[in-house]
């Protein structure tokens, strides 16, 4: 079988040969607003396998609601050594643990310039492994993303980022809302546009936080 990690990567050069084959269906009984953003279909592809923005256009033509990018840390890392990924195969799932490996803010920032086609696409922001204040980092992804983003996403779930999950604590996680909040408003006044933020925890209390505001 061929390795899960490989494979991903085959889809994506797959994806920009611009071959799909795909012939895409708008129909307005599809669309669904939330959160002021208004979108084509309610099936979206989440952060993950267009981590670094290589197909935007490709991913929407096949039909996509919305494609979330990421997750993306301001610096390039390499995430953890493979093997990182696992097919389960009696339970059709895999596990994932890549270690946010991604290109950076800069090299993400100038693929997502140059798409083109329309439609919703959302940027899943992190913090580099070696950060010491995790909340500078997701400061530096709203400032950096704010003008080619339709929402953000804050990734605080990875275990394998060291501290990360401890912004899930109350008081850790009402410094880092009002750090991106205040970080989004500053950006806001030069512009006309406003966005939404997505908190993605893993647990909070016993249950899943997926707030916008």
């Known amino acids: 079988m061929l390795d899960p990690e490989r494979a991903h990567r085959l889809a994506i ?9 795909y012939q895409e269906i708008l129909d307005e009984r599809l669309c669904v607003t939330v959160a002021g953003l208004k979108f084509k279909n309610f099936v979206g592809l989440a952060a993950g396998f267009d981590k670094n923005a290589e197909v935007i256009d490709a991913v929407l033509g096949l039909g996509f609601g919305f494609s979330e990018i990421g997750t993306v840390t301001p610096k390039p890392q390499m995430g953890n050594p493979k093997p990182r990924i696992f097919r389960l195969v009696e339970d059709e799932a895999i596990i994932n643990r890549m270690g946010f490996n991604n290109d950076g803010h800069q090299a ?22 070696d950060t010491v204040n995790k909340i500078d980092d997701y400061i530096a992804g709203i400032t950096f993303f704010y003008d080619v983003a339709d929402y953000f996403t804050i990734n605080i779930s990875s275990p394998n980022t060291p501290g990360l999950r401890d912004l899930q604590a109350r008081s850790n996680l009402n410094l880092l809302m009002k750090a991106v909040s205040q970080a989004r408003n500053e950006k806001r006044k030069n512009m006309v546009s406003s966005f939404r933020f997505f908190k993605n925890c893993a647990r909070f209390n016993g249950a899943r936080i997926r707030r916008y505001s």
């Open 13 to 21: 050069a797959g994806l920009k040969t611009g071959l799909s084959g």
């Open 108 to 129: 993400v920032y100038k693929r997502i310039c140059v798409h083109k086609k329309g439609g919703i696409v959302g940027i899943n922001i992190g913090a580099n492994k």
